[in-house]
């Protein structure tokens, strides 16, 4: 079964508006990573958060994680026609190597 | 980081008919993953590609429709064998460049299959 869903599953917003994307999962993790998808494309890796850290930055992204909630968000600040694109958390649980994939939320940018 | 390649990068395929595909690294990498993403869906993990011995498959999937080879440190193929147009997916390659549990995946292009 599905370890991570996230919410919205659609995210339609104005260029320059802040996204905030929220994965949940359902088991302890060892990490939480996110990814882009364009158009049906491979994933490009965006960040990696670790269970024992709380905050990740990367340019204009913003990860969190609450292990006692078992979520994450990601926030994408100013955003921009190109951040258009599924964004997909997913997650390693301890004593397994594979990551599960959350059902992904699509972002929508309008210019 | 890794670069990793697919080919081909889309097909269309006949019904019956099996299509291989290709991932290449562009560094030695310890782990492999294949995943299948069907239309409007997130990534499932179809199997673990091992060097040197058969492939670990994920509940729901088999060797016999979906056989997986690993020759090398930087190469594998998926072969989707007597395809349906159930299998019309993205396939992708990733890989791990260490064997560490908390180490970053990296994805392929991945490959569009139609199957008619």
Known sequence: ?????EDPQA???????????????????????W??????RGLV???????????????????????????????ITASRAADTASYFCATVSPGTYKYI??????????A | SAVISQKPSRDICQRGTSLTIQCQVDSQVTMMFWYRQQPGQSLTLIATANQ??????????????FPISRPNLTFSTLTVSNMSPEDSSIYLCSVRTSGALTDT????????????
């Open chain 1, 1 to 5: 079964s599905q370890q991570g869903e």
């Open chain 1, 11 to 33: 995210l339609s917003i104005q260029e320059g508006e802040n996204a905030t994307m929220n994965c949940s999962y359902k088991t302890s993790i060892n990490n939480l990573q």
């Open chain 1, 35 to 40: 990814y882009r998808q364009n158009s049906g």
């Open chain 1, 45 to 75: 890796h965006l960040i990696l958060i670790r269970s024992n850290e709380r905050e990740k930055h990367s340019g204009r992204l913003r990860v969190t994680l609450d292990t006692s909630k078992k979520s994450s968000s990601l926030l």
């Open chain 1, 101 to 110: 994939f959350g059902t992904g939320t699509r972002l929508k940018v309008l």
């Open chain 2, 52 to 65: 040197g011995s058969e492939a670990t498959y994920e509940s729901g999937f088999v060797i016999d429709k």
């Open chain 2, 105 to 116: 995946q990296y994805f392929g292009p991945g490959t569009r299959l139609t199957v008619l």
